[in-house]
């Protein structure tokens, strides 16, 4: 049985709380490089601007899936935005094969919970945010 | 027709900076949207400033002072008479902001690498993982800062009422007011949507090529001078949501066409939409804003 995804964002945030803030940009570093590739099916979505996430400056597409009633995130993020997609990464870990209901209920403002609000700042911080809330009405509107 | 940039040294090429990086003189500095990239990899020998961390006081809604900004130029190495090169990502869009804040405390030799990251990456030239470097200490005196490159709201209604030029570097839709708030955060945007009355819509990606170069002096010459109608003589003032796609513009508008009079609206329309009282517009403006609406951003 895998963790909750309270659980989860537990473990993640300790990972980060280990770590001096400077380090703390490395392990998002991390993140951001072992996000999964986009299935080849969403490519030709993401080419026609489907699933864009149009809160943030970066381009951005997500989409989410609940196959056998479990929560899948695909997600496309330009290389040239590390820190978004080292976020994104983080999300995916913590929500990916949870359930919906199990993911909704855990809390929605956990981005503050990773100790980088100090490095990035607060402008960074509300667009990582967005990011958060639109995987939350994805996996809403995924379950529905 | 203007054949030439206005002060082309200001430019320079990532080949120049290439061969003067480590130079005793020269400090690159590296200013970017996204804090990982410099992580990422960096110009080997640059500094990184942020424009958020570095730049901006953290309390009140303003750039540090000056006391702050000379501590920041000593840290990294800087002394009054370093030759200080910028670039970052999104067409240097942060290094121009960041070359702004260094202008605005008076700083004499500021350059920005033409192209920044992405024709840095296309040249194939080296990045470097290693820890940000460390340079001997200055003693940094800075200046007052130079007001006649920052404006004020009420300096920025007063001109308005004057009908002299403004710019406004967003997206059309920002500018039509259409395009909505960040969704589950409305403090991020404004409480009204639209543009300053009288502003002309020239989104700051246009002076930009696709390899983050900027234009030629004569491609630009044509949508600020022709398309916008902006004259040289008379004060313009840029601005876009937080000041930093403007500067940008400020830096086009001012350097590369010399135009001798621009001020960045860094309060924009973070502070201009939410403001009690002051005038807006919604929907298209000016003829020069149609042209920039089907072009896109």
């Keep these: 049985m895998s963790a909750t995804v309270a659980e989860r964002i537990d473990q993640v945030a300790a990972e980060f709380a280990e770590l001096e803030p400077r380090e703390r940009l490395e392990l998002l570093l991390e993140f951001s490089e072992k996000l999964p590739e986009l299935p080849e099916r969403l490519q030709a979505e993401r080419d026609a601007g489907i699933g864009r996430v149009h809160e943030c400056q970066t381009p951005v597409f997500l989409w989410v899936e609940t196959p056998q009633g479990r929560v899948q995130i695909y997600a496309d993020v330009a290389p040239e935005a590390p820190t978004v997609k080292g976020f994104v990464s983080v999300l995916d870990e913590v929500f990916s094969g949870a359930t919906p209901q199990d993911a909704l209920s855990a809390e929605a403002n956990l981005v503050h919970r990773f100790g980088v609000a100090e490095a990035l700042g607060m402008t960074r911080m509300r667009g990582l945010q967005a990011i958060a809330h639109a995987i939350r009405r994805k996996i809403a509107a995924s379950a529905a | ?297």
């Design chain 2, 1 to 297: 027709m203007v054949k030439e940039y206005s002060h082309p040294e200001v430019l320079v090429s990532t080949s120049w900076v290439d061969e003067h990086k480590h130079d005793a003189n020269v400090r690159v500095v590296e200013s970017d949207e996204d804090v990982l990239l410099y992580q990422q990899g960096h110009v080997p020998g640059a500094v990184k400033i942020d424009w958020h961390t570095d730049l901006q006081d953290q309390t009140v809604r303003d750039y540090i002072d000056k006391d702050r900004f000379a501590e920041l130029c000593s840290s990294k190495g800087i002394a009054n008479d370093t030759t200080v090169v910028f670039y970052g990502d999104k067409n240097n869009w942060w290094g121009c902001y960041a070359f702004w804040v260094f202008k605005l405390y008076g700083h004499a030799d500021c350059r920005v690498m033409n192209g920044g990251r992405k024709r840095w990456e296309l040249d194939n030239r080296p990045w470097s993982r290693e820890p940000e470097p460390r340079y001997p200490r200055t003693n940094y005196v800075a200046q007052e800062p130079d007001h006649s490159i920052r404006a004020f709201r009420d300096e920025v209604l007063k001109h308005q009422r004057q009908g002299k030029p403004l710019v406004d570097v967003r997206s059309p839709g920002e500018f039509t007011g259409e395009l909505l708030h960040m969704a589950d955060y409305p403090q991020e945007g404004a409480l009204r949507g639209g543009h300053i009355p009288g502003a002309c819509n020239v989104p700051w990606s246009r002076a930009a090529n696709d390899d983050g170069t900027f234009k030629s002096a004569k491609e630009l010459e044509k949508i600020y001078a022709g398309e916008a109608g902006l004259k040289r003589r008379t004060p313009v003032i840029a601005y876009c949501r937080i000041g930093e796609r403007s500067s940008h513009t400020w830096f086009v508008l001012q350097y590369l066409l010399g135009y001798p009079k621009v001020r960045n609206y860094d309060g924009s329309w973070t502070e201009w939409g939410n403001t009690v009282g002051v005038p807006i517009e919604r929907g298209a403006g000016k003829p020069a804003e149609k042209e920039a609406v089907r072009s896109g951003t």
